[in-house]
């Protein structure tokens, strides 16, 4: 399995940005599909966007469309997450997973995650 670390988050202000990192080690993470998922407290973990391997192929939450864009960049082994206008109720812990079918938004699909990482929205 890949192993996968997420950085990025932190506290922003409602309507501010913040740019998640993916990074992959041990396996080339160019062959996975990966998606990003983000739990509250007290909720279940839940979608929130992914990409196919070749990156030709996006989609999202319907409850972030238009605000985040998933990228990656295989040369560098990375996938991101770039989070503009948000809102207090973005405030989660965002977690990156690969392994799963692309277009599949169950967290049962897919087998490697990264520890996580925490964004806080201020209102």
């Known amino acids: 399995q890949v192993q996968l670390v997420e950085s990025g988050g932190g506290l922003v202000q409602a309507g501010g940005s913040l740019r998640l990192s993916c990074a992959a080690s041990g396996r080339t993470l160019s062959s996975y599909n990966v998606n990003w998922f983000r739990q509250a407290p007290g909720k279940e973990r839940e979608f929130v966007a992914g990409i196919s391997w070749t990156a030709r192929s996006t989609n999202y939450a319907d409850s972030v469309k238009g605000r985040f864009t998933i990228s990656r960049d295989n040369a560098k082994n990375a996938v991101y997450l770039q989070m503009n206008s948000l809102k207090p109720e973005d405030t989660a812990d965002y977690y990156c997973?690969?392994?799963?079918?692309?277009?599949?938004?169950?967290?049962?699909?897919?087998?490697?995650w990264g520890q996580g990482t925490q964004v806080t929205v201020s209102s």
């Open positions: 997973a690969a392994g799963g079918e692309y277009g599949s938004r169950s967290p049962d699909h897919f087998g490697s």
